[in-house]
């Protein structure tokens, strides 16, 4: 079912914790589900420097959360913004059909920690951070609905 990479990054995961002072940090969800994932990084000159993650989910959320980081550090802002929830499934050796949704969240976990980034260094304001809206946050906003 799964493979021996997915097995690898859920059993050994990388660059597990939080950076602190981190320069961009983004948290997303899925409320069907209940995976939730915060991804910290640090970037130095446009560069990603470092990497680091706490996941809330099943086996495929933290191995998919794992190698998010993997494939990020040493990449720039611009590259890392290209790494598509296709290519982090891949590194994996695939993910069965039913778990490429925690593939997804490891995008978006990505492109919310460089979005923040980009808001606490001028590089974008709040108004577009918005427009590109993942739906997370009404996600996130269900959830805690439903358990109040």
């Known amino acids: 079912m799964y493979s021996d990479k997915v097995m690898d990054h859920f059993a050994n ?18 409320a069907k589900c209940g995976d939730i994932m915060k991804m910290y990084l640090k ?21 998919t959360s794992s190698m998010a980081t993997e494939l990020i550090i040493g990449k720039t802002v611009d590259e890392a913004y290209k790494i598509t929830n296709a290519a982090v499934a891949e590194a994996l050796d695939g ?24 808001l606490k260094n001028g590089l974008t304001d709040e108004a577009d951070v ?16 439903e358990d109040m």
Do not use: W
């Open 43 to 63: 970037i130095e000159d446009g560069k990603i420097t470092d990497a680091k993650f706490k996941t809330f989910g099943c086996g495929a959320a933290v191995a």
């Open 95 to 118: 993910l069965p059909p039913a778990k490429m949704h925690c593939s997804n969240l490891a995008e978006e976990a990505i492109q919310a920690a460089l979005e923040d980034y980009k």
């Open 130 to 145: 918005c427009k590109k809206c993942c739906k997370r946050c009404e996600d996130v906003h269900d959830l805690i609905d």
């Open 13 to 30: 995961p990388r660059n597990v914790g939080e950076i602190e002072g981190a320069d961009g940090v983004g948290q997303v969800g899925n």
